[in-house]
């Protein structure tokens, strides 16, 4: 069976402190994957894309950065946090055309 | 623009047959329907999708116009757990595919 699974679950950080957000999908190979943001109250925002390993797209910057160290991992992450990166982050991954399949989420405050 | 038009909320009463509108004039015909539900805390839901016919699967009929200038996504005898925001999204299938999430279509559902 296919699942998609982010760490961590939840995060409380500081204002300028570093951020790391992982995603791992496992039981397909070479997906499509995507980071997705929603402030609290607001909508979701695609931010960064990846189709292959090293390849990264992004799509709205907000000042952080994306990897696909491997074929099954996304990482999001940023050297200094903002307030403004206080959210929802999602993974999602495209099994089957096109469709998109979202993670559970991390829901990251930053104070 | 690749936006479309959906109410802001629409109200039912568990047991009820939901018809969500929406409204998408200047789709292209290479843009999928896409349908998506969230609730608080989550990530969005699958629904399900449609170029140009209709499309049935266990959780919704989609209902698409022969002009394809709006689509109605179908909820047959809603319970509790449907209440979410239903999101109706127009997209190109390809690399990369973007999702673009607007307000959606907030689903009320009553004992």
């Known amino acids: 069976a296919q699942t998609i699974h982010q760490w961590p679950v939840a995060e409380i950080k500081a204002v300028g402190s570093p951020l790391s957000l992982g995603c791992t999908i496992k039981g397909k190979s070479s997906p499509n994957l995507y980071w997705y943001w929603q402030a609290t109250g607001g909508t979701l925002q695609q931010l960064f894309y990846s189709i292959t390993v090293g390849q990264v797209e992004s799509v709205v910057q907000l000042n952080l950065s994306a990897s696909r160290p491997k074929d099954d991992q996304f990482i999001l992450s940023t050297e200094k946090l903002l307030l403004s990166h206080s959210g929802f982050y999602l993974c999602?991954?495209?099994?089957?055309?096109?469709?998109?399949?979202f993670g559970p989420g991390t829901r990251l405050l930053v104070l | 623009d690749a936006k479309t038009t959906q109410p802001d909320s629409m109200e039912s009463t568990e047991g009820e047959t939901v018809h969500l509108p929406c409204s998408h004039a200047t789709i292209s015909g290479n843009e999928y329907i896409y349908w998506y539900r969230q609730v608080p805390l989550q990530g969005p839901e699958y629904v399900t999708h449609g170029l140009q016919q209709n499309t049935t699967n266990s959780m919704a009929f989609l209902a698409i116009a022969s002009d394809r200038k709006s689509s109605t996504l179908i909820l047959p005898h809603v319970s509790l757990r449907d209440a979410a925001v239903y999101h109706c999204i127009r997209m190109q299938q390809g690399t990369g595919s973007k999702l673009s999430f607007g307000k959606g279509a907030k689903l009320t559902v009553s004992p």
């Open positions: 999602a991954w495209t099994p089957v055309q096109d469709t998109q399949y």
